[in-house]
């Protein structure tokens, strides 16, 4: 059964400094994985999708990495602001059909 | 980007009365939606799987006769919370999978049983 665990469970951080979230899965043998913002009370948006084949994706100031045969990914973030105070959610999909599985997110919190 | 729409994004209703969400993918073909619950500082729990034209997949411990789902069309699927309960009360996030494996989601609904 994949298991996907997120570290740290909460990051603060002053504004400006750059940050790395960490995602880690059991089960190599996965299909593509996503990276998530939920702010509270709201629903998920999707931030990056890396397919198994992919080792990075890139968007503005986030950058996620994959390494399948370790089992992990980070989500970097470039230049922290206040408005990426959120949990950032990684998830995996095992195969195209399946389901995503979810880690329990960080809480991230970045002050001015 | 693709949007998933939820409609509505709140509702309080009294214990015994049902309650209908829908989950509307805007700019593209869902062949694939999901419907997730979250308690509070927790992170999604699927609930069941629902494939255009067919019957929901539900998961382990979810009762498909209390939680009725109907994936009528490409963009729509509905989440109907029958004889809710205060115990029903969380938030309930639908998702809907696009061609390339990405999946994106609602911006849930939060519902309250009194």
């Known amino acids: 059964k994949q298991e996907v665990t997120q570290i740290p469970a909460a990051l603060s951080v002053p504004e400006g400094e750059n940050l790395v979230l960490n995602c880690s899965f059991t089960?190599?043998?996965?299909?593509?994985l996503q990276w998530f913002r939920q702010d509270p009370g709201k629903g998920l948006t999707s931030l990056l999708l890396?397919?198994?084949?992919?080792r990075e994706q890139t968007s503005g100031r986030l950058n996620a990495s994959l390494d399948k045969s370790s089992g992990r990914s980070t989500l970097y973030i470039a230049a922290s602001q206040p408005g990426d105070s959120a949990t950032y959610l990684c998830?995996?999909?095992?195969?195209?059909?399946?389901?995503?599985?979810f880690g329990e997110g960080t809480q991230l919190t970045v002050n001015p | 980007g693709a949007v998933v729409s939820q409609h509505p994004s709140r509702v309080i209703c009294k214990s015994g009365t049902s309650v209908k969400i829908e989950c509307r993918s805007l700019d593209f073909q869902a062949t694939t939606m999901f419907w997730y619950r979250q308690f509070p500082k927790q992170s999604l729990m699927l609930m069941a799987t629902?494939?255009?034209?067919?019957?929901?997949?539900?998961e382990q411990g979810v009762e498909k006769d209390k939680f009725l789902i109907n994936h009528a069309s490409l963009t729509l699927s509905t989440l109907t919370v029958t004889s809710a309960h205060p115990e029903d009360s969380s938030f309930y996030i639908c998702?809907?999978?696009?061609?390339?494996?990405?999946?994106?989601f609602g911006p849930g609904t939060r519902l309250t049983v009194l």
């Open positions: 890396i397919q198994s084949s992919q």
């Open positions: 089960d190599s043998a996965i299909y593509n």
């Open positions: 629902s494939n255009e034209g067919s019957k929901a997949t539900y």
């Open positions: 998702s809907a999978r696009d061609g390339g494996g990405g999946q994106f």
């Open positions: 998830a995996v999909r095992e195969t195209s059909g399946s389901r995503l599985t």
